[in-house]
Structure formats: C-alpha cells, structure tokens
C-alpha cells in the first residue's frame, strides 16, 4: 500500500461523510488525495526512539475495542524495516485480550504521546504476534546495564506493519516530564550552581588579593 491510495484508512467513508457535513472537507480535500505516509521517515524514527510509552488499540472479530497500554526504556519500540515496528511483549497479568483481538482480527492502531514536547503520531496497521522466537526477542529486548536493569519478563514479540501514520496536532497536551527529564535538568541546574559558586570564590580571592590593605587604628 502507498501514500497514494490508503486514505479511506484514516478517513473512512463514514468519516468523510462527516467532513462533508460538517463543513471540513475542503480542508482534507488534498490529504485525501495526497494519501498518507506508510514507511518509516528519519524524522518519525527520531520520535519512536524517544518513547518510553505507548497505546495499542485492537479490535476483537465482532468490533469491540481494546486499549492496552505498552510501555518500556526509551526506544523500546524498535524500527525492524521501512514499514515494520516491532516490541517484545512482557509477562504481565495474563488476561490475553490484545494476543485473542489478534488472532482473530489483525488490525491495529498505535497511538505515541510525548507530553514533555507537545507532540503525538498516530499509526494504522495490522499486527501479529511472534511466539518462540528467541533471536527476535532479544533484538527487541532492551535489558539494560546490570545496574540499571529493566525488570520485566520479555515471552514473545509484537510486529506492527505500519499502513499510514500522521501527526497529530499539539492542542490540548498537558505539558508533563518523566523522573528522568526532571533528574537531567535538575543536574543541568546544580552543575551551573556549582560553576557560579566557583566563579564567585575565584572573584573573591582575586579582589582580596588586589585590596590594598588596611592601616591599623593608633
């Protein structure tokens, strides 16, 4: 599938119906004869690499919906190929809803939110999930440093073809930043201090040295 003749998958014949009632459908007229991208840019790329999080939304064979969220180290989420993301899916706590929506019904959507920048990318596909298959696991996996090690039990792997993504405009998006952001800056904020503090004893040592000194009282 291209860009050319994959619309109708973000706007379906209902929703262009109700473009055309609702008087937005001129403003859609040239994404829907543009179509919308369905391989992986750099610049989309650069986007999954960041994301700690994720929505997989599924569908069972009779229609009813299903969220489930995903998450992970950043990066967690892996470009496979040009149209295929990939993540190892972890022991959890067992109700198998998004594996049975799959093996019945492969359609998928993957909807990415970064609160601290403002942004989303929303993804049509279909996905599959990968049983035994170790090699895939791992490339998917990340562990992490021994340290630092990502807890979690990786038991096989989900593959989303991607069949086309847009971006999603940043209105409404709460502005909100992980353990992580909030740590790196505050170590931004406390090596500057420490700098200035540096700097203002050097300063002060350097006047000291130049202030000539006083005469004592009789």
């Given at each position: 599938?291209?860009?050319?003749n994959n ?9 262009q ?7 937005s459908?001129?403003a859609?007229a040239?994404r829907?004869e543009?179509?919308f991208?369905d391989?992986?840019?750099?610049d989309?790329a650069?986007f ?15 229609g009813?919906?299903y969220?489930?969220h ?6 967690f ?12 899916d972890y022991r959890g706590?067992?109700?198998y ?17 970064d609160p601290?920048?403002k942004q989303?990318?929303?993804l049509?596909g279909r996905?599959?999930v ?9 490339r ?5 440093s ?13 593959l989303?073809t991607?069949e086309?993504w847009?971006?999603n405009?940043s ?10 952001d909030i740590a790196?800056a505050?170590?931004t904020v406390?090596?500057k ?5 540096a ?12 202030s ?6 009789s």
């Amino acid at each position: 599938m291209t860009a050319s003749n994959n619309a109708d998958i973000v706007f379906t014949p209902a929703a262009q119906a109700a473009q055309e009632q609702r008087g937005s459908a001129k403003a859609y007229a040239a994404r829907l004869e543009e179509g919308f991208p369905d391989t992986v840019t750099p610049d989309l790329a650069a986007f999954i690499a960041e994301q700690d999080t994720a929505f997989l939304g599924t569908a069972s064979a009779q229609g009813a919906p299903y969220i489930q969220h995903r998450g992970g180290p950043k990066g967690f989420i892996k470009v496979i190929d040009a149209r295929t993301l990939g993540f190892a899916d972890y022991r959890g706590n067992r109700q198998y809803i998004t594996l049975a929506n799959l093996s019945e019904n492969d359609r998928a959507y993957l909807f990415l939110l970064d609160p601290a920048r403002k942004q989303r990318i929303k993804l049509w596909g279909r996905a599959r999930v990968v049983e035994n298959d170790p090699a895939l696991v791992e490339r998917l996996f990340d562990q992490g440093s021994n340290a630092k090690a990502y807890k979690a039990k990786p038991e096989r792997a989900i593959l989303f073809t991607i069949e086309a993504w847009d971006v999603n405009c940043s209105q409404h998006i709460v502005t909100r930043f992980t353990e992580a952001d909030i740590a790196g800056a505050l170590d931004t904020v406390q090596n500057k201090i420490a700098e200035l503090e540096a700097e203002n004893t050097r300063l002060r040592a350097l006047l000291a040295a130049q202030s000539p000194p006083q005469e004592l009282k009789s």
